[in-house]
């Protein structure tokens, strides 16, 4: 098997690991973080190293790809892009949990994780280093732009849309033909059924607007 570097190794991280695992397509052979030191741990796989060693660990140790391994949006598109300016033909492997549901037609971008139980169903397209967490369902004909993130047990209906670096919160429900805009929040257990402007918050049932969401916020 090929090997790869997972770039983080946050709590994230473990459940990337347990996707290749079940996998069984790639051989991991550590992580990189910027946060830890060398040798760390993460599930018996060691820190090999920071991001600015990329280029030399992947000659080192044969790497032919990896996964970045960050759950937050707007930090994984940073990692994203400082990747691509230290290695610009790092191939970014898509980690999708042998459980989970696909649809034969849907087509998928790269760096993307799909965890155990999520559906994607027909004629829905991903793009980019997105994230769709355990038992979420994103039904047919959707358009998922790069660095979204989709909770456990997000909803969203058929022919929904939406923009990049948006969130969707656990167990939130976007029903059929909604637009969600760029880098949004939609809290959890929200239902949205009216479109959603971009760099904004909504909550409640059904969603209302909150308030501006600056990127990279936290809030």
Do not use: W
Not at 139 to 145: F, K, L, P, T, V
């Amino acid at each position: 098997m090929m090997k790869i570097i997972i770039i983080g190794a946050g709590g994230h991280s473990k459940v990337i690991v347990d996707i290749i695992h079940n996998e069984q397509k790639y051989e991991i052979a550590g992580f990189i973080d910027n946060n830890l030191p060398i040798g760390h741990k993460v599930l018996d796989y060691k820190v090999l190293g920071k991001e600015e060693e990329i280029n030399t660990l992947i000659n080192k140790h044969e790497i032919f790809g990896g996964i970045i391994a960050i759950g937050d949006n707007f930090i994984r598109s940073n990692v994203e892009k400082k990747i691509k300016q230290l290695c610009n033909e790092f191939e970014f492997i898509n980690c999708i949990h042998p459980k989970s549901n696909i649809a034969f037609n849907v087509v998928m971008g790269q760096g993307n994780v799909v965890m155990a139980g999520a559906t994607i169903n027909t004629s829905s397209e991903i793009s980019n280093h997105c994230i769709f967490n355990t038992n979420c369902s994103i039904d047919h004909d959707n358009r998922i732009e790069n660095f979204v993130s989709v909770a456990p047990n997000a909803v969203t209906g058929g022919n929904v849309e939406v923009g990049e670096l948006s969130a969707i919160g656990i167990g939130a429900t976007i029903t059929d033909q909604v637009s969600i805009g760029y880098n949004c929040i939609i809290g959890a257990s929200s239902l949205v059924n009216k479109d959603a402007k971009s760099n904004s918050v909504y909550y409640g049932i059904p969603a209302k607007f909150i308030r501006t969401h600056e990127q990279g916020s936290t809030r």
